[in-house]
């Protein structure tokens, strides 16, 4: 039995765990023979126990079932490849952090070196490769790395920086650059690298946005955040190859005396969620990006924050105090049945969500 079933069984009846192996066993098949996968139906949250250490679960909604995955996760993150693999970094004894890939068997596969501090790794869309932070090169900052998917090529990406501490990262959809953002020398910086050519391009000189923006699935718009003393607004603006704005192309979308926060993209590029105290809680609501459609979404008066679109962009994943403690919430993408999915006991910080292949 492998390592990642072996650690779901423990939490699971007789006779859930033999249907949860089944489970298993059609999702595995499924991906060995190409057939397409049920829509949305897994997601993962982590419950962090000490200050390194994190426990990833995976629910099961068709079925109603909740299991462990993996423990040992440093810092609550992991990234799932589109064909179910996920890399994640654990923190050794020996006070390192190692990134491992664990494929759909449960096997675990080491991609680090043994002494380095390798953090927050996520997979390129194609599954190709790896990007994360390192303190391999000089223990008073972190640099961004990227990594073939077998551990091979690594590489430095950001070691001309060497002014700013790198702190986290995401691939655009065309596989090749990678944005992040910087903390240092008393301001928020965001820059783009080519992954193959080390190519780099100060994203926030050129366009003024110091947050990472949301890129829409076709990599032709972003999303992104300006701040002012007392509000936050949403704005989209069409940029170019090479990253820059359009001119003439920046629409406001939200303009409000509240903070919206955190827009992301549905996976058809047709809408956007945002998380907003526009009310006077916290709510998650939904806007075209032309503007002309925006509606509250979770219309409930406890806090709802951290939304998540599903891979097929039919649902919603959230994460709300309604019940008292933080537990995760599901919706369909027009906030209809929503539900909760997790019923944690409060020990430990929640994560948000995270939506399997």
Sequence with gaps: MSSTLALMMKTCSRSACITLLLCMALIVGARMVGVALPPSTQLAFAVRGSEYAATFYVVDLARGLTARLIDGVYDRMISFAPDGQLVFSRFTEERHNIIFRMDSEGNEIQLSPDAVRDEYPVWSPDGAQVAFMSLEDNASRVTLYA??????????????MSPY??????????????????????????????????????????TGIRALPAWSPDGRYIAY????????????????AEGSIIYGTTRELVNNDAFNTLPRWSPDGSRLVFETDYTGNSEIFAIDPDGRYIANLSQNPAADRFPVWSRDGAQIAFTSQRSGTPQIYIMNADGS???QVTYHDGNGQLSSATWLP
């Excluded at 955040?225 to 170019?240: C, Q």
């Design 165 to 206: 501490t790198n702190v986290y990262a995401v691939w655009l959809p065309d596989n090749i650059r990678i944005m992040y953002s910087t903390l240092g020398v008393g301001q928020e910086s965001t820059f783009l690298v080519n992954s193959q050519t080390g190519e780099l391009v100060n994203f926030t000189y050129n």
């Design 225 to 240: 955040v300006l701040y002012s003393a007392l509000r936050a607004n949403i704005y989209v603006s069409e940029v170019d």
């Design 147 to 160: 990594m073939n998917s077998d551990g091979s090529q690594r590489r430095n990406l950001s070691q001309r």
């Design 337 to 339: 049945n929503q539900r």
